[in-house]
């Protein structure tokens, strides 16, 4: 109270206050000041008999509440002028607390959107949709890089020595690999009125890649007869008569003797040309190759993603057909799932099995998440496909509709998957080496040794965009003999060949894009998450503070002058300095 008490010796001087007369409303203030500044002139009356009282005056003493005459008119509008100054003065302390609690405001709404919500990762999946102007759509028609195609086949070293003696095991070698690159193109694309779907034809081409080959291609190989078997089972309730053509044809061996490119890119076969004679509902094709059918192109039409995001590159048909029409049931027949050059980004985030149409496995196959990898220095969510996707409806129920046998003791083993309903041959599908698969497959013959580093398959997926990052497919064609043939009993599966398809780095250019938009986006994520509540809290405080100031900006500080005790208000100076306030 150290100016109350030095104000205390001036109370006479203060009374001055008290002897003052009333305004006259009509007097000199009302022409020449504004009338919203007589309300601060009430308002300062007040403060005077406040302070008074502050002050150590007596109730009896006190000034009047209102203003007095006398005194000078300059002295008045000397105040008016002061408490002009101070509102100029305070205004940009307003607009910067405005200021401040927008950005409060904007960063408390920003982290609970954050937190609470998916908005900023819907809003980059949402990136991803294929349309015209979009960069994704650039590398999804152009593949920024080409796959690896490497081609094994299973060569019967021993078949002569075991026609003779059947109690051998037969003996196979793996020759190969055999390495293309495989180029990728889409073709006469094609959007609906809407944007929601794309039809387009995908067409691929093989070159052969010497150097990373390890196998000739003018080697000769001992194989299964592929024409010979799907024969036999086309005319199954016929096999008596027609065997005997076939042994006076010289068309009864079940394997034969080819030259390696020969069965890889096709040869000329009297049988296969016979059975293209009968009915079937599979695309014919000119010559029997193991991969004659890839060169053709695949009329294939999928969602963009417009729709619905988590069917982002969804198979709608495939080569004019809505489904396999294949299996008994309509999911097993379904082609809703991804096409393999994108899956639902926001999927793969969640760490949900995925879905991938594999036309060789005639059916959609589930991927499950496995472990998060670094895949090109960037962080991935691998993916394996389900080991159950290939098991016995004995073992695994869900894969019942996968069978068309009426007798579950006659539907594949474990490991296998019968493809016969879009072949139309006795083919099985299986991983390499018969990974994965009952032993009882493999236990026929020698030269099998598989294993998981070599043989699974894997897809590591970016989760954010929901593109392959690496990849590997790995799938081995196998083909069973329905009835007993002289040396090979029935139920016996005959490993044909096995294919990898390896997904190599992408270049440095696109690399270091996709290697800056994972890292870009990491950043954003972070600041949204981390440093907009941290503005928040940091603008609250500062709010709080302005606050409490401007609370004291409205109290009084007792002070006396040549006109005796009376209050003024506090400035933001007064706060540093040691000032007694009267209320």
């Known amino acids: 109270m150290g100016a109350c008490k030095r104000a205390e010796a001036e109370k006479e001087q203060g009374r001055a206050c008290a002897e003052r007369e009333p ?18 002139l009430k ?13 150590g005056g007596s109730e009896s003493d006190a000034p009047s509440e209102q203003y007095s005459k006398s005194g000078t008119a300059s002295a008045k509008a000397g105040d008016l002028e002061a408490n002009l100054r101070r509102r100029k003065r305070d205004s940009p302390r307003w607009r910067g607390l405005v200021a401040l609690l927008a950005a409060c405001v904007f960063s408390l709404c920003g982290s609970c959107i954050m937190w609470t919500t998916d908005a900023f990762h819907n809003f980059v999946a949402n990136q991803m949709v294929l349309d015209e102007n979009k960069g994704t759509f ?34 196979l070698d ?6 293309y690159k495989e180029i990728i193109s889409r073709e006469d694309i094609k959007f609906d009125d809407k944007g929601l779907t794309i039809a387009y034809k995908e067409a691929r081409k093989y070159e052969y890649t010497p150097e990373k080959s390890g196998g000739d291609l003018n080697a000769t190989v001992v194989v299964p007869n592929l024409p010979f078997f799907g024969a036999k089972a086309k005319l199954d309730l ?72 988590d069917k982002l590159s969804y198979i709608v048909r495939y080569n004019k057909k809505a489904n396999l029409n294949a299996w008994p049931e309509a999911s097993c027949n379904s082609f809703e799932g991804s096409d393999g050059s994108l899956f639902p980004p926001r ?22 998440h496995d472990k998060n990898v670094m895949a090109q220095g960037i962080r991935a969510a691998r993916y394996i496909v389900d080991r159950n996707a290939f098991n016995s409806p004995r073992t695994f129920k869900d894969n019942l509709c996968f069978c068309n046998k009426t007798d579950l003791n006659e539907c594949a083993a474990d490991g296998l998957f019968d493809t016969s309903p879009c072949t139309g041959a006795p083919t099985f599908i299986s991983y390499p080496h018969f990974y994965l698969t009952d032993p009882a497959v493999a236990a026929p013959f020698e030269g099998m040794t598989p294993n998981a580093e070599e043989h699974d398959m894997s ?7 929901g593109m392959t990052l690496q990849g590997r497919s790995r799938l081995q064609l196998n083909v069973m003999v329905t009835k007993d043939l002289p040396h090979l009993r029935k139920g016996m599966v005959l490993p044909v ?87």
């Open 347 to 368: 999927t793969i985030r969640a760490r949900q099995p995925v879905y991938a149409f594999k036309p060789e496995a005639c059916r959609l196959v589930k991927f499950v």
């Open 459 to 465: 897809a590591d997926i970016h989760p954010r965009l």
């Open 43 to 55: 308002h300062t009356d007040k403060e005077c008999r406040r302070t008074w009282l502050c002050c």
């Open 23 to 40: 305004v006259n409303n009509s007097g000199w203030f009302v022409g020449n000041i504004r009338r919203p500044f007589l309300e601060t």
């Open 174 to 179: 793996e020759i190969g690999p055999f390495a």
């Open 138 to 171: 650039a590398w999804w028609v152009t593949p920024p890089v080409n796959p690896m195609f490497r081609v094994y086949i299973w060569n019967y070293s021993n078949w002569e020595e075991f026609q003779q003696d059947p109690s051998l095991k037969l003996k």
């Open 497 to 583: 060949a096995w294919f990898a398809e390896d997904l190599p780095p992408y270049e440095t250019g696109f690399k270091v894009m996709i290697l800056v938009a994972s890292y870009l986006l990491d950043a954003i994520e972070l600041v949204l998450l981390y440093v907009l509540p941290f503005v928040a809290l940091v603008t609250a405080v500062v709010i709080v503070r302005r606050l409490l100031l401007l609370r004291r900006a409205g109290t009084a500080l007792c002070a006396a002058d040549d006109r005796g005790a009376y209050e003024r208000p506090v400035s933001y100076e007064d706060e540093a300095a040691d000032k007694t306030y009267c209320s």
């Open 238 to 309: 016929l096999w008596g008569p027609v065997s005997m053509v076939l042994k006076t044809l010289r068309m009864d061996s079940p394997l034969v003797t080819l030259k390696a490119q020969d069965f890889i890119w096709g040869y000329d076969d009297e049988l296969f040309r016979m059975s293209k004679l009968l009915p079937s509902d599979n695309v014919a094709m000119d010559r029997v190759g193991l991969l004659n059918g890839k060169l053709r192109p695949d009329d294939i039409t999928i969602l963009t993603g417009a729709s619905d995001i």
